[in-house]
């Protein structure tokens, strides 16, 4: 766990996201939950020594963000689009997934079920809690509903999966065109220190790296179509492992993420100018 300012915490060791917390004069406010049960008793567990969590925020709609949302307490908040995601995931499908990665979570799950959001928003949302403001705020990029936690108190901001600082970057689902502008809206934030979805602690200065790297894979995948490759034919050429390493844990599906990245913006591409905001 690292300490980021005088009241922010964030872990980049987990399997997963990089969940946070801060700590305000009347209680914690977490930023998204360890993926894996075992991690995520172990972090309620240390958190319970800086106060009660009183906010849970959910800032996408993959199960790394949410999953560890039963092991803890405090309303949760979310974007809306996150909320019908949680809803509609299925807890027989995400167990055999913990049990290959994580066995020993099983014994921990009891009557486990997906907590889901109270509270949602679909633009802005701001939370007051001690003397800290929580400004949440809808960044569409590498999904439609990603939430950027911007904690002007402190200059600093969670970015959820809008950043892979120094990790190969996941785009399955993601609207490219709206995560550069998305990133160039995180620039206009007054902020010193960036805890990204995935990968290291960085500062604003990282924010031009991610752009560039959305950018590379605009224009190569464009390339690619405008030769009238197909997606096959792309998906066997293209790839950016040389780039950045894949994250620790997920080094196996260094070529599917490639594949899935390709697809991913050929069907965006396709559609033209006219639904790169789709």
Known sequence: MQKISDCVYAETGFRGCNPGFVVTGEGVVMIDTPQLPVEAVKWRDEIA????????????????????????????????????????????????????????????????SFRAPEITFSEQ??????????????????????????IPEEKVVFSSDNVFAGVQTWMQQAVPYQWLDSLKRLQELDFDMLVPGHGRICDKSYLNEMMAFIQDWINAVKQALDAGISIEEAQAKISFLDRYPMESGTEFLASQVQKWNVA??????????NSQHE
Do not use: C
Not at 131 to 139: A, E, K, R
């Open 49 to 112: 020594k800086y106060g009660p969590v009183r906010y849970l925020i959910n800032t996408e709609p993959h199960w790394d963000h949410f999953s560890g949302n039963y092991f803890f307490q405090g309303t949760i908040v979310a974007h809306e689009g996150t909320r019908k995601a949680i809803m509609a995931t299925s807890v027989d499908q995400w167990k055999p997934y913990i049990k290959q990665i994580s066995a020993e979570s099983l014994q921990l799950l009891g009557d486990f």
């Open 264 to 273: 991913r913006l050929y069907e965006v591409l396709q559609k033209g100018e």
């Open 125 to 150: 949302l701001t939370l007051h809690l001690g003397n800290h403001t929580f400004q949440l705020i809808s960044l569409p990029g590498h999904t439609p509903y990603e939430v950027a936690v911007y």
